[in-house]
């Protein structure tokens, strides 16, 4: 094999791995989002069931609220790291037209 075809494959497992790489790592936003749900989850368990001076509709209400509030933090952090990915490339094509 040459050396330009050695090198050529070489890329090619290079740009493999590097995908391989991205897939494999959690995302800002998915590990935070997660970290919150986690948090929200165990709360939950242990405190409302303890808590009699609430009814049980209040308390579902309480916790699928907060529920919410994760998911919408997670499409938040996601839209920020999808804004911030084309900015990159945006300005990587800017400085390879130079």
């Known amino acids: 094999m040459s050396g330009w075809a050695s090198r050529k494959q070489e890329n090619c497992q290079n ?3 590097k995908k391989i ?4 790592k959690i995302r ?10 986690i948090y ?6 242990y405190l409302l069931p303890r808590n009699t ?4 509709t209040e308390k579902i209400i309480t916790v699928a609220v907060s529920y919410v509030i994760v998911l919408l933090l ?4 996601r839209k920020k790291e999808q804004m911030r990915e ?3 490339k ?5 400085h390879l037209k130079k």
């Open 53 to 56: 001076e609430v009814g049980p």
């Open 74 to 77: 997670w499409l938040v952090l």
């Open 28 to 37: 800002k936003s998915t590990g935070v989002a997660l970290a919150f749900l």
């Open 21 to 24: 790489n991205r897939m494999k």
């Open 86 to 88: 084309r900015r990159k």
């Open 15 to 17: 740009e493999e791995n």
């Open 40 to 45: 929200v989850s165990v709360t939950a368990a």
């Open 90 to 94: 945006d300005e990587q094509s800017i």
